[in-house]
C-alpha cells in the first residue's frame, strides 16, 4: 500500500474537495491518502469535502505563505516522515513549502496547483522559473522542484471530467510511481495524438539551461568549451566543435578541407546533406543505397569513384549505421575525406565503435534528435586538429586575433566566416543530455523490441529496419517498409486521422527535388532502391518516454490500417 501524505497549506472549499475526491478514489489503486489542512486562526473545514477520507489540520497565525512556512514546516516534519510520498496542492507556496519539508525528511515531493476551470492555466503565468510545469488528468499543474530531480517532462494532457473518476486515480498512481523511482512522468495515454517524437528534457536540463542564462557568460564560454570536451572524450576523438546545427556542422568541414570537387552522397536523406555539399562550391554524386542499412554501401561506392571523387557523404539512417567501417577502408585506400552524417545517430555504433569516429562526424542537437540542447545544435568530431582550428574560425565570423596585436580587441577576418556559434545555455543542456545518451538510447532500443514484436503478425507485408549483427541501433526513427506501396500515402493519412502521427522519411528523394533535377540529375533507374525506400517506407511515433499504452496504440492501429488497405 502507498501512504500519501495530501498537504493543504491553506484550507479553501474548492481545493478540498478536489483533493478529498482524489483521495476517496485513489483507495480503489492502493493508495493511502492522509489530508492535512493548514488553517488560519478562526478557519473551520467542513467535514463534508473529507467524508470518508482521514484528515487533520495545523493551526497557521495568518493566510499567508510566510507563516505556514514558519509554523507549519517543523510541526510537520515528524508526520511525513512517516509517508511514502508528499503531494502539497498549492502551485505558490507548494515549491517552497514542499522544498523546506524535503529538506527535514527527504520523503520526495511534488505540488499542484487546482484551478479554477480546471486545466491548471491559472498557475501558468505565477509559477517561479526552475519549476517544471505539467497538467495532469484531473485538472491539476504538477510542479517539480528543479534542484530535487523527479525528472518530470513538461506534458500537457487532457483532463478528465473530475477527479473521482477511476481513470484520474490510475494516472495519478501512475505520477506517483513514476516520482518515487525517480523516472519521467509517463505521457497520459489519453492524448488525443501520439505524437512522433518529443524531446526527453528533465529537471536538470531545466536548471542547467537556467543557471548558464543567468550568468554572465551567453556565448563563448565555458559550458562551450565544456561541453566540446565531454563530446570529444565521450566518442574518443580528439576534439569536438559544437556549432549551431548538423548543417552548419556539414558545410564547415566540407569548406574547411576545400573541398571542390565531386562529393559521393546518397539521395535517400533530409536535403541539408546535398545543400552542404553545394554551399560549399562540391558536386553532390548520388550514388544508391543498400536494402538492409538504408544507407551508402561500400560496393557502390567503389564503383562510383572517379577522378574528381574528393570526398564521400554517408548518411547514417534513422539511427542505423551504414557500413562504416568498410566505407572508412575505402576512403584511406583512394585518399579520399569521409564525412559522416551523423545527424540522426548519436551513439550508434558499428563493431563498438561510435559513429563520427571513423572519418569526421556530424551531429544534430534538434529538438527531435536522440539528444537535443534545447531545438537547434550540432558538432564536429574529429582527429583533425588543424581542421578544427579552421572550423572554429569560421564559424565566429572567420576571425582571428591580430598577429603580434598587443591588445585583444584587434581581430581581423582571415576568412569569409560566418556565425556559427552554439549559445552557452544550449551547450549546457547538451552537456545534461550527453550523460543520459546511453540510457535514452537503450528506452529507444527496448520500445523498438516491443514494436519489432507487435509487427510479426504482419508478415512478409511489412518490413522493419531491424538492427543487423556488428551494429548498435539507436532508433532516432523507428522505420517500416511496406511490401505493398500503392496505398502508402493513404495508410500514414489514416494513421494521423487516428491520432498516430506517423510520416514519411523521405519523399520525394533529394534527386528528384526542384533544385536538383537539373543542376544534378539522376539517370533513369540509377538509383532503384532509393525510389523503392521512397515509396515504401513509414515512420512510426518513438520518443523515450512513450508510455506503454501509446506503443500499443500506435501497433493496434498500423496494423489495422495494414489489414484494411492490403
Known amino acids: 500500500m502507498l501512504r500519501v501524505l495530501h498537504l493543504v497549506p491553506v484550507a479553501q472549499e474548492k481545493t478540498l474537495r478536489t483533493v478529498a475526491s482524489l483521495a476517496r478514489a485513489l483507495a480503489a489503486e492502493q493508495v493511502e491518502s492522509e489530508i492535512m489542512i493548514g488553517c488560519p486562526d478562526g478557519c473551520t473545514v467542513s467535514a463534508s469535502w473529507t467524508d470518508r477520507v482521514t484528515t487533520t489540520t495545523f493551526r497557521t497565525p495568518a493566510d ?6 514558519a509554523v507549519g514546516v517543523p510541526a510537520l516534519a515528524g508526520r511525513i516522515a512517516d509517508h511514502d510520498l508528499l503531494h502539497v496542492h498549492d502551485a505558490l507556496l507548494g515549491p517552497q513549502l514542499a522544498a523546506a519539508v524535503h529538506a527535514l525528511t527527504a520523503v520526495p515531493y511534488l505540488t499542484s496547483d487546482h484551478a479554477a476551470d480546471g486545466t491548471g492555466d491559472e498557475a501558468f503565468g505565477k509559477v517561479e522559473p526552475g519549476w517544471l510545469r505539467t497538467v495532469n488528468r484531473y485538472g491539476a499543474v504538477l510542479l517539480t522542484a528543479a534542484p530535487h530531480r523527479f525528472d518530470a517532462p513538461a506534458v500537457p494532457v487532457h483532463p478528465l471530467p473530475g477527479p473521482d473518476d477511476a481513470a484520474a486515480a490510475r494516472r495519478q498512481r501512475e505520477i506517483y510511481a513514476a516520482v518515487l523511482e525517480h523516472r519521467p512522468i509517463p505521457q497520459d495515454d489519453r492524448q488525443p495524438t501520439v505524437r512522433m517524437a518529443l524531446p526527453d528534457v528533465t529537471a536538470a536540463e531545466l536548471t542547467a539551461a537556467s543557471r548558464a542564462l543567468a550568468s554572465a557568460k551567453l556565448s563563448a564560454g565555458p559550458h562551450v568549451e565544456g561541453f566540446e570536451r565531454e563530446f570529444a572524450a565521450w566518442h574518443g576523438v580528439a576534439d569536438a566543435v559544437a556549432v549551431n546545427s548538423a548543417a552548419a556542422a556539414l558545410f564547415a568541414v566540407l569548406r574547411c578541407a576545400d573541398i571542390r570537387g565531386e562529393v559521393i552522397v546518397p539521395s535517400f536523406t533530409w536535403a541539408a546533406t546535398a545543400n552542404a555539399v553545394c554551399a560549399a562550391g562540391a558536386t553532390p554524386v548520388w550514388v544508391d543505397i543498400d536494402e538492409d542499412t538504408l544507407g551508402l554501401g561500400p560496393e557502390r561506392v567503389a564503383a562510383a569513384i572517379g577522378p574528381r571523387t574528393e570526398a564521400v557523404l554517408p548518411v547514417h539512417y534513422a539511427g542505423h549505421p551504414v557500413r562504416i567501417a568498410e566505407l572508412a577502408g575505402l576512403c584511406r585506400q583512394h585518399g579520399l575525406l569521409l564525412v559522416e552524417d551523423a545527424a540522426e545517430a548519436a551513439g550508434a555504433r558499428q563493431h563498438g565503435r561510435p559513429v563520427g569516429t571513423w572519418g569526421v562526424g556530424c551531429f544534430s542537437f534538434y529538438g527531435t534528435k536522440n539528444m537535443t540542447t534545447g531545438g537547434e545544435g550540432g558538432m564536429v568530431t574529429t582527429n583533425d586538429p588543424s581542421l578544427a582550428a579552421r572550423i572554429r574560425t569560421l564559424r565566429a565570423h572567420g576571425m582571428r586575433p591580430v598577429p603580434g ?13 560566418f556565425n556559427f556559434r552554439m549559445p552557452e545555455p544550449l551547450a549546457a543542456v547538451g552537456r545534461e543530455q550527453l550523460s543520459r545518451l546511453d540510457a535514452m538510447n537503450a528506452r529507444r532500443h527496448a520500445i523498438a523490441e516491443q514494436f519489432d514484436e507487435g509487427l510479426d503478425v504482419l508478415g512478409d507485408r511489412v518490413r ?6 556488428g551494429f548498435r541501433h539507436v532508433y532516432h526513427m523507428y522505420v517500416v517498409r511496406l511490401a505493398v506501396t500503392a496505398a502508402r500515402d493513404e495508410l500514414v493519412a489514416r494513421l494521423r486521422a487516428r491520432g498516430v502521427e506517423a510520416s514519411v522519411h523521405f519523399d520525394p528523394p533529394v534527386h528528384r527535388h526542384a533544385y536538383y ?30 508510455p506503454p499504452g501509446s506503443v500499443r496504440r500506435v501497433l493496434d492501429e498500423f496494423t489495422a490500417a495494414v489489414e484494411d488497405l492490403a
Open 405 to 417: 596585436a598587443r591588445h585583444p580587441w584587434k581581430k581581423e577576418a582571415v576568412t569569409a566566416g
Open 64 to 69: 499567508d505563505a510566510v507563516a505556514v512556512l
Open 464 to 469: 522493419p529496419q531491424r538492427e543487423l549483427p
Open 517 to 546: 533535377r537539373d543542376r544534378c540529375p539522376a539517370a533513369d533507374g540509377a538509383l532503384p532502391n532509393t525510389d523503392a525506400a521512397s515509396a515504401g517506407v513509414v515512420t512510426l511515433p518513438l520518443y523515450t518516454t512513450m
